[in-house]
């Protein structure tokens, strides 16, 4: 009988792979569809990540969890958005049913993100509690001091979202933390934060950005981005200028509406009047 040597290797988390290469990591946002198929099409579409949100949305933990896991079967490495102050236990919960990293929103200084920190990784970097048979390893029955080194690695990934003046204004001393991984702005909620909500042409806006990615690139963590898919002149600078290397794109139900109703016009313009 032989062993395969992979069985107590973690499923891979692209997003690190992708950085390694110097390459973008994109992200498929589900917001309304639960089932396995939302993540093959995203798997067909070409997209390297999901974007689970269980913020604004009315999707359950169990749902969440399945779509971990047909992610990781898929290859497409999913990372959940918990609710904003949903609980330490809620956040462990997640890791378990199969995310590859947590999003936490609204984060309003050090001690937020330190609270993050160590529900989210085990010893030495938190205090996660250790548990067995995780999706991340196909349930595998393996020894703790397998699986914990590996989700601490690369299995419980930590996006900080950076949305508020306070966030903003202690970014620096947020990205200096261990465990924090990646620096995400939420581009709504931050432009409405510094006070010119939608106005994402505002130098503010820039130049909050460019603080992100210069904290970001200082304490070497990953600067992220969301909502600005329909923006694809800023995204060129993000992505370019900044340095952003995990961007959301659009979000099922969008993605869905603008099809339909171009699809619709498409059908009405075929008569002629």
Known sequence: MTTNPNASKIHPNNLLTRVKEGR????????????????????????????????????????????????????????????????????????????????????????????????????????????????????????????APQLNESGSTV?????????????????????????????NDLATEIGITGDFDHPKFMQSLVKVAEAARRHQKIFAIAGLYHRPDLMDKVVNDLGARWVVGGQDVGLLVNATRQNNQALKAIQRV
């Open 159 to 187: 996006f900080l979202m950076i949305e508020t003046v306070d966030a903003l204004e202690a970014v620096d001393d947020i990205a200096a933390l261990p465990g924090c991984d990646v620096l995400l702005v939420g581009s």
């Open 24 to 147: 973008i990591c994109t992200a498929f946002g589900i917001k309304i569809i639960p089932t396995g198929e939302i993540v093959h099409i995203a798997k067909s579409a070409g997209y390297d990540s999901l974007f689970i949100d269980l913020e604004h949305t009315t999707l359950t933990l169990k749902d969440a969890g399945q779509l971990c896991i047909t992610g990781l079967s898929a290859g497409v490495t999913p990372f959940v958005r918990v609710p904003h102050q949903c609980g330490s236990g809620f956040i462990q919960r997640v890791l378990d049913a199969g995310a590859m990293g947590v999003i936490i929103p609204h984060i309003h200084g050090v001690e937020d993100a330190k609270q993050v920190i160590q529900t989210s990784k085990y010893p030495p970097i938190g205090k996660r509690s250790l548990t067995a048979g995780l999706p991340q390893f196909n349930y595998m029955p393996l020894s703790a001091t397998v699986t």
